[in-house]
């Protein structure tokens, strides 16, 4: 018999839809359950690409017995954290708080008031390594709820209290500067990993936002250490296991230092922020490589996440069947010898064991290997080698495919449509500028909808239940932003504008501080407020980014002084931790560098509009079109006419303009190019 999650649109909750478990969704109704029965609240988060999530439901949630006690002595709730990002980030914060460390699945057990009093994560179903089962958990909870009822009011009242006196220290005190920024830079090289590429040890995840940063940082300052340290990071990830070398894309993190062997799920977020990295570093530097990686990535974007509506799907597991039709981490990308040998014969085989590092003790479990570019098998034919990659690549098509969450986030559905339109222009590829165009269009017909404010998820072409938070607005904008400079359309100017404009009415609180949730959201234990980058933009950054280019292309003082305000957080966290605020840093450059201005009056796609496009000067912001009603569609090109009838670029910041010019050549030596 299907629970109540049935009626959901979450691909993770349906998973739990046919749970014995009588789950609910996140609703007042629920906890009034609670309190109406008198029994506490289990609050389980998780998502559906989570190994562990995984495991954990076919332990204890698949088992009839703990579902019979769950249901005597609980209200069980489920959430998707993709889909309530602000009830997972207070919980989260909670039981960091609580246990020092924190994770998915997420097990709280909650007052019908939803004041946490006992957490953990993945519980065994047996009791192991010093852990408790999930079955003592349970009892251990029921015996202190209805015997020690007290103790549990006074838990739970001190841990909100303690959340609730975490206020947020930002800046305050003015916006990054030079001294910020070099701080910032000489903290990435402490915790550099000079040998292969990246921040930190193990896991390593990649740095996407802190790459930008270096980029623009060398764009701005010259500084050569900035973009050695991010072309030798895109090129060791690009060679690693993190890689998929043979269908494009990026796996969630390596397990190891060394980028060999990922944690097997990709995300629509990695993908988007990487695939846009490496189009930027190909800008910087020319690499064959970087456009390769660029490329392949928003095939892959298009290819394997594009859903029938046009928009871009969560996520791929990290386990599908293997050939004895288990369940297995990675079973759809690793390779042994004699499966080379199967799909390519003796000789082919060799060379792509050499060529991929495929071993015989294999680099993963079981034998296997996560294919890779080690590069130590000597000079190679590249015929030969694009000719085996494909035989490979056709033969892992008819491998039982990974899940995917098929749900539409609306934030990192903007990372993708700024990744692809760029990606697209940069690489005469109009078909992903057409892909990125589609997917915006779905936002706004799905996600904003009737209601005029954004909805965080939806499926099928259906909206979600769930509003947007912070990083949707902020994110959401960026990609918007991203296609107007790309398609000459200032219909995308205006939409960006309107977000942008709730942004200020109701995301925003004192001293420029934001808020990741609206001034009108569901009321939880705690308001929640991150300016970290974390796995993406925090909504905090994502806004500031998007508020510094909204003021960039319509001269709007309110959305200037709304984005330097939130800068005072970099300004504060920059120094200290860079690895942690890579994109604030990012728009740090962009206002450091004005940021500049640029308006071409003459045809869209155009030598000069291309070249300004290609210009690297930090988040210069780029407006092309022709003719009287050009205007009209972005103020940048009010009242900048073509000089002799020739297409004319206009390049400005802080209030100055330089001369005009009608040379693709000089335009690019004003944008750093």
């Known amino acids: 018999m299907a629970n109540r999650l049935a009626q959901t649109t979450s691909p993770y909750l349906l998973q739990h839809a046919d749970n014995p478990v009588d789950w609910w969704p996140w609703s007042p109704e629920a906890f ?361 690549l056709a033969a892992r098509e008819q491998r039982p495919r990974p899940g995917r969450d098929d749900k539409v986030v609306a934030a990192w559905n903007g990372l993708a449509i700024a990744a692809l339109a760029e990606t697209g222009a940069y690489f005469g590829r109009q078909d992903l500028v057409e892909r990125a165009t589609e997917a915006a269009d779905l936002l706004v017909r799905v996600h904003l909808g009737e209601v005029a404010r954004l909805t965080r998820t939806s499926k099928d072409g259906r909206a979600g239940d769930n509003a947007g938070v912070l990083e949707d607005y902020g994110d959401v904008a960026e990609g918007f932003l991203a296609l107007a400079a790309v398609t000459g359309e200032g219909a995308w100017l205006e939409f960006a504008g309107f977000l942008l404009d709730i942004v200020l009415e109701q995301f925003t609180g004192e001293g420029g501080q934001l808020f990741d949730t609206a001034h009108d959201a569901e009321q939880l234990i705690r308001r929640p407020q991150d300016p970290t980058d974390s796995a993406t933009p925090s909504g905090w950054t994502a806004a500031a980014g998007a508020l510094l280019s909204y003021a960039a292309y319509t001269g709007s003082e309110p959305h200037r002084t709304a984005a330097e305000g939130a800068l005072g957080v970099v300004k504060a966290l920059g120094p200290r931790v860079p690895r942690f605020v890579g994109w604030g840093l990012a728009v740090a450059e962009a206002l450091l560098d004005g940021p500049r201005e640029v308006a071409v009056a003459g045809p869209v796609g155009g030598e000069l509009h291309r070249t300004a496009l290609l210009g690297r000067a930090p988040g210069a912001v780029v407006a092309a079109g022709e003719g009287p009603g050009a205007g009209a569609e972005f103020p940048l090109l009010v009242d900048r006419p073509p000089v002799g009838g020739e297409p004319t670029a206009y390049v400005c910041r802080h209030f100055v303009c330089e001369a005009p010019t009608t040379d693709a050549g000089e335009l690019a030596a004003k944008l750093g190019g």
């Open 32 to 392: 009034e359950e609670a309190r109406r029965r008198d029994v506490p609240v289990l609050l389980s988060v998780g998502y559906s690409s989570c190994h562990w999530c995984h495991v954990m439901a076919h332990e204890s949630f698949e088992d009839d017995e703990t579902a019979a006690y769950l249901n005597e002595h609980f209200v069980s709730v489920k959430v998707d954290r993709e889909e309530r990002p602000d009830v997972d980030a207070v919980y989260m914060e909670a039981v960091q708080a609580a246990t020092g460390h924190g994770g998915w699945p997420m097990t709280v057990f909650l007052t019908a008031d939803g004041e946490p009093f006992y957490f953990g994560t993945y519980f065994p179903p047996e009791a192991r390594h010093g852990s408790p089962s999930f079955r003592q958990v349970l009892e251990g909870v029921t015996a202190a709820w209805n015997d020690r009822r007290d103790e549990v009011a006074e838990v739970a009242g001190r841990i909100v209290a303690d959340l609730a006196g975490r206020s947020l220290v930002h800046g305050g005190d003015g916006v990054p500067g030079e001294s910020e920024a070099a701080q910032a830079l000489l903290g990435l090289t402490r915790e550099y990993d000079e040998q292969y590429g990246g921040f930190g040890g193990a896991p390593k995840f990649p740095p996407s936002m802190a790459v930008e940063f270096l980029l623009r940082h060398y764009a701005r300052t010259g500084s050569e250490g900035a973009l050695q340290m991010a072309a030798d990071t895109c090129t060791a990830m690009a060679r690693g296991g993190i890689y998929d070398q043979l269908g494009g894309g990026f796996a969630r993190y390596s397990v190891d230092r060394e980028w060999v062997v990922p944690h097997f799920e990709k995300m629509l977020y990695d993908n988007a922020l990487l695939c846009r990295v490496y189009a930027h570093l190909w800008r910087a530097t020319g690499s064959d490589e970087a456009r390769r990686i660029a490329l392949e990535t928003a095939d892959f974007l298009v290819r394997e996440l594009r859903t029938a509506e046009g928009g871009f799907a969560s996520a791929l597991d990290a386990d599908s069947e293997d050939a004895d039709g288990k369940h297995v981490e990675g079973a759809y990308y690793v390779w042994t010898p004699a499966q080379l040998r199967e799909v390519l014969g003796e000789d082919d085989a060799a060379f792509a064991a050499a060529y991929y590092g495929v071993t015989e003790e294999g680099t993963f479990e079981e034998g296997s290997s996560v294919l890779r570019l080690p590069g130590d098998a000597g000079p190679v034919d590249a015929d030969r080698a694009a000719a085996v990659r494909a035989r490979l």
